[in-house]
């Protein structure tokens, strides 16, 4: 008897696939649309699902499949979002108080802001931020021991 050496789902190393770049992420073609869609940064599954619906393409064809026309019309959709406030990620946008969605490389530099503007201004989160420890009230005493910096107060030693 044979063994099949192939997994389930996944296809083996000999096959070629064809990597899409959408929005300066390279997606595999091999995908379909809704979920491909989830590996740009920014963009859940319920905003992959809005973003289909919007320009009615077909969750279940595959991202290699689409024409160049129809990448360069998902990207401007993917720009240009017209979905309710609560699925954006910029909700009351700190700069000019309206409600965005960035994507991408964009979004972790717009984190990474956040966080030194909380840090600047020495708020709580921002102090919290600074010294790795949980932002949003989580306890301490069990959790977040990996997140510590080298101290010797992790267990207890005997003589």
Aim: net charge positive; charged share 40%.
């Amino acid at each position: 008897m044979e063994e099949k050496t192939k997994q389930k789902g996944r296809p083996q190393a000999m096959e070629e696939v064809i990597l899409v770049r959408i929005l300066g992420k390279d997606i595999r073609g091999d995908r379909e649309l809704l979920p491909g869609l989830t590996k740009i940064a920014g963009i859940s599954w319920s905003l992959s699902s809005a973003i289909c619906s919007i320009i009615q393409y077909d969750r279940k064809k595959k991202i290699q499949d689409l024409s160049k026309d129809e990448i360069a019309k998902l990207e401007e959709t993917i720009k240009n979002l017209d979905v309710p406030g609560f699925l954006k990620n910029r909700q009351k946008d700190f700069d000019d108080g309206e409600d965005k969605h960035i994507t991408g490389a964009d979004l972790k530099l717009r984190r990474e802001f956040d966080i030194k503007r909380l840090r600047k201004i020495r708020s709580y989160r921002g102090t919290r931020h600074q010294f790795g420890l949980p932002v949003r009230g989580q306890r301490t005493k069990a959790n977040f021991r990996k997140n510590r910096k080298k101290s010797g107060a992790v267990g207890v030693r005997k003589k």
